[in-house]
């Protein structure tokens, strides 16, 4: 009889120390999976690069309905502040559509001819003009599109005309409201 009371209490010792285990294991799971959350490049459609969320939307809009609904979602026309940035953003179009489709992004200077500014009111300071670009052509290009002639590079561009766009988000997109 005290055979079979310690057989017992020693399967009751393991089966606990088991579903200790199995709880602690979990616990570490969901504590890694939160921490994941925070490091994935992208969530819900949305990349990020540097700390801010970037979407490619393929649609064709003109510049001010491309910022316009960027703003209904709670993001501006991307701003671009370094040559990697400017290369993940590249990226970002290409593996959407194949190849370096013309986009646009929130560079203008509707306001002022050569005063150029970004649409989320970041410092414009890292530029990719390709040669000869800006030109305000026939005085009516204003607005930035990026992937622009062989280069890839930027050329201003008439507003009224229609691109797919990027849009920038400067918190998690899923954070929204």
Same mark, same amino acid.
């Given at each position: 009889m005290k055979i079979l009371a310690v057989c017992v209490l020693g399967c009751a010792v393991v089966v606990l120390v088991g579903a200790a285990a199995v709880e602690e294991e979990k616990a570490q799971n969901d504590q890694t999976e939160r921490s994941n959350l925070d490091k994935r490049t992208v969530v819900h459609g949305w990349t990020q690069i540097n700390?801010?969320? %970037? *979407? %490619? %939307?393929?649609?064709? *809009?003109?510049?001010?309905?491309? @910022? $316009? /609904?960027? #703003? &209904?979602i709670g993001a501006n026309l991307a701003s671009v502040h370094s040559a #990697?940035?400017?290369? &993940? =953003? #590249? $990226? =970002?179009? &290409?593996?959407?559509?194949? /190849?370096? $489709? @013309?986009?646009?992004?929130?560079?203008s200077d509707a306001e002022e001819r050569g005063a150029w500014f970004w649409s989320d009111g970041s410092s414009f300071q890292y530029t990719y003009w390709c040669g000869g670009e800006p030109n305000n052509s026939q005085g009516v290009q204003h607005c930035l599109q990026m992937n622009q002639g062989a280069s890839n590079c930027w050329g201003d561009f008439e507003c009224y005309g229609y691109r797919a766009s990027i849009c920038e988000m400067k918190r998690r997109p899923w954070l929204r409201g």
């Open positions: 700390g801010r969320y %970037f *979407r %490619f %939307f393929p649609t064709p *809009r003109t510049w001010a309905q491309a @910022e $316009k /609904y960027c #703003q &209904s #990697q940035e400017h290369k &993940s =953003l #590249q $990226k =970002l179009i &290409s593996q959407a559509t194949g /190849y370096n $489709k @013309e986009a646009w992004i929130g560079g």
